[in-house]
């Protein structure tokens, strides 16, 4: 069976840390781009972040740029998203996918195009 499973996420207080982690079972990860996205009740999910397959490259939606770095660890299957100096406003359900595109910029409908495999999310709340 086919799937990603997103683990980390927690309460923590604002300027606190998290790392969240996507493992995958049943395929490789580092043949696909992977995206880290998150959704507010009531709003679109967005992109937070990508690594590409290709060469590596990564993406940050500017929000998070500077405060959040993504990176992979192939002998463990696992993608990692570490997000430091956290802020109310990062409170939301994380997810990662797994596609052929890198990107932060597509909307929902487009992310659904590009990315195959999708994880249930994880909560991540940032709160004194």
């Known amino acids: 069976q086919l799937q990603l499973v997103e683990s980390g996420g927690g309460l923590v207080q604002p300027g606190g840390s998290l790392r969240l982690s996507c493992a995958a079972s049943?395929?490789?990860?580092?043949?696909?781009?992977i995206g880290w996205f998150r959704r507010v009740p009531g709003k679109e999910r967005e992109g937070v972040s990508c690594?590409?397959?290709?060469?590596?490259?990564?993406y940050y939606a500017d929000s998070v740029k500077g405060r959040f770095t993504i990176s992979r660890d192939n002998a463990k299957n696992t993608v990692y998203l570490q997000m430091d100096s956290l802020k109310p406003g990062d409170t939301a359900v994380y997810y990662c996918a797994a596609g052929q595109l890198c990107t932060v910029l597509a909307n929902e409908a487009v992310q659904q195009m590009i990315y195959e495999y999708w994880g249930q999310g994880t909560q991540v709340t940032v709160s004194s």
């Open positions: 690594i590409s397959n290709s060469d590596g490259s990564t």
């Open positions: 049943g395929f490789t990860l580092d043949d696909y781009s």
